[in-house]
């Protein structure tokens, strides 16, 4: 029986975490090794990595934010200026495709979830793309409009199609 692990994202899972990112998106949404170690470096970092008989296989790069905020494309995980975070924001989640359909992305985000709620952050959100709606919306997300022209902005980064989505965070929000 394959071992599977889930831990905190490390700045020498970055190699096989761009493999994983290349596989999963194509060049369109790939972000530099240097991006993702400045993210592992921020604060409000919460990212994990799921591996395989010890291979990365998945990855769910995430962090502590305020609902309304979004993180363009190849920008930091920035703390929230004069506030406390309110929000469990999922930048990237990435499963290589041979993998996909076995309930990886689940073991990712149910830990994520549970910590962020014990944390008393109220809220998920993330931004949707490639056609990920759908299965967000299975998920509990929801299509939230955004109201700040900067925030209109950072989520133009993502390109046509992309929607800004939050879901509430507690006991009574569980996912399937």
């Known amino acids: 029986m394959p071992a599977l692990e889930v831990r905190p994202l490390q700045i020498h899972d970055l190699p096989a975490l761009m493999a994983v990112q290349r596989a999963a998106y194509g ?3 790939m972000e ?7 993210r592992l470096a921020s604060p409000v970092n919460c990212s994990l990595a799921l591996l395989l008989d010890g291979a990365l296989c998945a990855y769910l790069a995430a962090y ?12 930091d995980f920035e703390p929230p200026a004069g506030t ?18 076995q309930g990886l992305a689940q073991r990712l985000l149910q830990p994520l979830w549970e ?14 793309v490639q056609g990920s709606q759908r299965y967000w919306e299975r998920h509990g997300y929801a299509v ?24 509430s965070l507690g006991p009574a929000s569980s996912a399937p």
Not at 32 to 38: C, G, I, L, M, N
Not at 115 to 128: C, E, I, K, N, P
């Open 27 to 29: 060049d369109g949404f």
């Open 32 to 38: 530099s090794t240097e991006v993702f170690a400045r």
């Open 64 to 75: 502590h934010s305020v609902q309304g905020k979004v993180t363009p494309l190849h920008g």
């Open 84 to 101: 406390a975070p309110d929000t469990l924001y999922l930048h990237d989640m990435a499963v290589l495709p041979g993998m996909a359909g």
């Open 115 to 128: 910590q962020a709620t014990a944390q008393d952050l109220r809220h998920s959100a993330l931004v949707s």
């Open 144 to 167: 939230q409009p955004l109201a700040q022209p900067l925030q209109q902005q950072r989520l133009a980064s993502y390109g046509d199609g992309a929607v800004y989505m939050t879901r």
